[in-house]
């Protein structure tokens, strides 16, 4: 799909590289400074045509060989490898690779919530004691008559069979539905544990091991179910556990949150317990006292991509932007302290920070970078990694050299809709449900749902895909959950307001406007799309839709993906039976077996299936025809015929 590309130019002005205004004026600000960030070198940088299709192999050093995507079964590589064969490898190990990701973030929760159950960690506790025994009881674990820390040791034993598992089924396949875990025993891709799967799909993938496409995309299924119901779901309820499950909270968004007159220190990456330990040293009085001394009005703590949006549901802690704005942010000068821990974080980071006087800190073992200071971050011992943080802060801004220029941009939104909240919002606290969500799809008020996710990329316009395509989706009386930079995109074009729900179609605005909530539903980070998983198996459990995920009428995107972690993600709503649209490139040769498989054949296997284009308005047609196949096969399409006419009856009533 490499013509969808867009190819180098060096003169593509800042407006054309994003719609986010504050990056636009950074943009322009770098090149006057002379400082080069991640969209000039993507301007500068022509994508290799074979690898975008994934039409290479470098499995082994025979090659590495090159097939022709334009007459893809006119050669095979050097050992005979096919394209079909090729391209499944390759799909199979960005799946590992973003699996591996997730679950070692999750492990890394699961870790620490051992240590604060032993006791041996302090800083940390159980936050949310309702949310334990929720979850305890929802894999079977008995909570009457037994104390937290009983419960919580049971919690964590079986928690760890997520990961280190040799045999049997991963503990949350308890909250599948039915039906759902029927077809994933079928065809054999119930995960064991994350470890055992990861392992595997890097072993069938090596040189003359697995070499049927239909083979190892099964593998690939099991490996990222091993992620979406295994290690990004554990990570997501540990860190509720310990941190507290979200409610709505009001959130200013946009890099105008910087203040010019206090010591700016922004946290970016993944784990919360960074950020979490980040916001008590700032909180200290001492250090508070140590800023006005020198002369700052305060400490102003900030997040960026998803550790923002982690503690931005939480704790309504400000959020300054998402991927693409990670380097513009550092021109504006005013960033006295940038600490980040793991993924996303991209290498040129260093060199901007350094161009501006800011402190770039690595704080975690598995992610250190050359350029940068690393000062590890312990939970034994959090507060020495982040009072450190903080006095380099307050250092940098005492002796401030660097001009500022902050955007006054600032956008405010409701963001922090936990399924939990979701359900008492519906349902309220007597009556907790999904109930009203599944009435009001069935009477076609809302014509489905939608998960908006994933990243930005500077292949595309930063931003652009996501906004018109949740523009587009809720005009049309789709009900938008989101994670992830796509949450920051649309909270920065305004739709994370209650107010944005006078963009919404008819239908949704009313269900909006009864409710008080706004049409886009920000749920967290990228790992916590396993919150879109527990809401669709809570809506196939209400009733009504169906009896498996692959029956709703719901579909998932992510419009800007760049990341092996999105393909895992993708993956696994695929794999659990939802259509699932990628925008930018897809890697893969149209007109292939593998093509086929992933864009058709999983769905009559009774999975959901994959879709691309790079354009937002079609993207939003696929995935509305979709949901509207959905309600015609549950035979609610007549619903919604009559609320249209209802609705158009109505503006004719209006009119006169
Ligand atoms: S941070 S994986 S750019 S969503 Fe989770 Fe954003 Fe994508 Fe990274």
């Excluded at 943080?389 to 939104?413: C, D, H, L, Q, Y």
């Excluded at 587009?472 to 307001?497: F, Y």
């Excluded at 959905?630 to 109505?650: E, H, Q, S």
Aim: glycine share 8%.
């Amino acid at each position: 799909m490499e013509e969808e590309i867009k190819k180098p130019n060096k003169e593509i002005a800042a407006k054309d590289l994003t719609t986010c205004e504050a990056t636009a004026q950074m943009l322009d600000k770098a090149r006057r400074d002379g400082v080069e960030i991640a969209p000039h070198r993507a301007a500068n940088m022509k994508p290799c045509p074979i690898g975008a299709d994934s039409a290479c192999c470098k499995h082994c050093f025979m090659g590495p060989c090159r097939l022709n995507s334009k007459d893809p079964y006119g050669k095979v590589g050097i050992c005979g490898a096919t394209i079909d064969t090729i391209m499944a490898r390759n799909f199979g190990r960005m799946v590992a690779a973003g699996t591996a990701a997730h679950t070692d973030h999750g492990m890394g929760m699961l870790d620490l919530f051992r240590e604060v159950v032993k006791g041996n960690i302090r800083d940390y506790k159980i936050k949310d004691t309702e949310k334990l025994q929720s979850v305890a009881k929802s894999i079977g674990i008995e909570v009457e008559g037994r104390t937290i820390e009983e419960i919580a040791m049971d919690l964590y034993k079986e928690l760890e069979r997520t990961y280190t598992q040799v045999d049997g089924e991963i503990p949350f396949t308890k909250r599948v539905p039915e039906k759902t875990l029927e077809t994933w025993r079928k065809h054999g891709i119930v995960p064991r544990g994350a470890m055992r799967e990861i392992m595997e799909m890097m072993h069938r993938t090596a040189m003359g091991v697995d070499q049927h496409y239909e083979n190892i995309t099964k593998q690939a299924s099991r490996t990222a179910l091993a992620d979406g119901w295994g290690g990004s779901m554990v990570s997501t309820e540990i860190s509720d556990i310990l941190f507290g499950t979200p409610s709505p909270v009001a959130v200013e968004v946009n890099m105008g949150v910087l203040k010019e007159n206090e010591v700016n220190i922004i946290i970016h990456g993944h784990e919360p317990n960074l950020f979490e330990s980040m916001l008590a040293s700032v909180n200290d009085p001492m250090f508070v006292q140590a800023a006005k001394d020198a002369g700052a009005a305060g400490i102003n703590l900030v997040g960026m991509c998803c550790s923002g949006l982690e503690m931005m549901s939480r704790h309504g802690i400000p959020h300054a932007g998402n991927f693409s704005s990670t380097e513009a942010i550092l021109v504006t000068g005013a960033v006295d302290a940038m600490a980040v821990d793991i993924q996303c974080i991209q290498q040129g980071l260093s060199k901007v920070a350094d161009c501006y006087d800011t402190p770039f800190i690595t704080t975690n073992p598995r992610c250190k970078i050359e350029g940068a200071l690393h000062v590890e971050f312990n939970e034994h011992d959090p507060k020495s990694c982040t009072d450190e943080i903080v006095i380099k802060a307050i250092s940098r801004f005492k002796n401030r050299t660097m001009p500022i220029e902050i955007p006054k941009i600032v956008n405010t939104g409701v963001h922090g809709f936990s399924h939990e909240y979701i359900n008492y919002m519906l349902g309220g606290s007597f009556r907790a449900s999904y109930t009203p969500l599944n009435d009001n799809i069935i009477n076609g008020r809302i014509r489905g749902v939608a998960g908006v996710v994933g990243c930005t990329n500077p292949r595309v316009k930063q931003d652009y895909v996501h906004v018109e395509l949740v523009r587009e989706l809720i005009r049309n009386d789709v009900l938008v959950i989101q994670t992830g930079c796509s949450q920051i995109a649309l909270a920065k074009a305004g739709l994370t307001a209650p107010e944005a729900a006078v963009l919404a179609g008819p239908g949704l605005r009313e269900v909006c406007e009864t409710v008080g909530m706004p049409p886009v539903l920000g749920m967290g980070a990228c790992v916590d799309n396993s919150r879109i998983l527990i809401a669709a198996a809570a809506m196939v459990r209400e009733g009504g839709l169906g009896e498996s995920i692959a029956d709703l009428p719901v579909a998932g995107a992510a419009p800007e993906f760049m990341s092996e972690k999105a393909i895992a993600i993708g993956h696994y709503f695929v794999a659990s039976g939802v259509f699932t649209v990628f925008g930018v490139t897809f890697p893969i040769v149209k007109e292939t077996k593998f093509h086929k498989l992933l864009f058709e054949g999983l769905e009559q296997q009774g999975l959901g299936k994959w879709g691309f284009t790079p354009d937002p308005h079609e993207m939003a047609k696929m995935m509305i025809a979709h949901i509207d196949k959905k309600r015609k096969a549950l035979g609610i399409d007549k619903a919604r015929d009559r609320i249209l006419v209802d609705m158009a009856t109505r503006r004719e009533l209006d009119a006169a």
